[in-house]
């Protein structure tokens, strides 16, 4: 007769995931709620508006614009990547240039806003166009500013030796939000600036 082992699950091969990606994700769970709601009013309002501008008339594709910040979430995984290498100046360098990319994208933000307001006359209060693009842009925008001064205090305490490969889990979770940032922009982008054309 043959004696049939039977071993007990180890409790070692589970462990509570992070609280800080937790949170993340419950942020990032909300946000998505609360753009699905201004994607869905920009939809709902495309076409509806009785005095223009519209957006076939002042609207151009920001496709550089649109590729600085894609980039960024690139290099942001690179700078992840060299945290956990322990390449803090890799780290810098990637992370600082993520930095870079999310204040260029900004920049061509304001420039087109500029002139939408001063050349084509489109403020959030002209039309509805106008009501529901800024809003949605606007919030996007938001998003990637409060992203930026994130990065540029994680920036700033791994430039002062305050950042260490044991912070590796922190800065994951806050590269979550910044590829989220990202993820919107594509949705934005495509609503916005393709099918909202």
């Given amino acids: 007769m043959s004696t049939v082992s039977i071993q007990a ?8 995931p992070y609280k800080g990606r937790v949170g993340m994700f419950t942020l990032i769970f909300a946000e998505t709620a609360v753009f699905t709601i201004f994607v869905v009013a920009y939809v709902y309002y495309i076409g509806r508006s009785l005095s223009g ?16 910040l894609l980039s960024s979430s690139i290099t942001i995984m690179i700078a992840e990547r060299a945290l956990v290498r322990r ?11 993520t930095i870079l990319l999310g204040l260029i994208f900004l920049f061509g933000t304001a420039r087109e806003w500029h002139k939408l307001i001063t050349v084509d006359g489109l403020t959030i209060s002209t039309n509805l166009f106008g009501t529901t693009y800024y809003s949605l842009v606007g919030l996007h925008a938001t998003h990637v500013v409060v992203g930026l001064i994130m990065l540029l205090i994680v920036l700033i305490f791994s430039v002062t030796g305050s950042l260490h490969p044991k912070h590796t889990d922190r800065v994951e979770t806050l590269a979550l939000y910044w590829h989220f940032v990202d993820a919107v922009w594509v949705v934005v982008f495509t609503v916005v600036y393709v099918l909202g054309r």
């Fill in 87 to 97: 390449a803090m100046g890799a780290f810098n360098a990637w992370w600082g240039l």
């Fill in 9 to 16: 699950p180890s409790t070692t091969d589970w462990h509570l």
């Fill in 53 to 68: 501008p519209m957006p076939r008339d002042v609207l151009e594709l920001p496709i550089l614009n649109t590729v600085f």
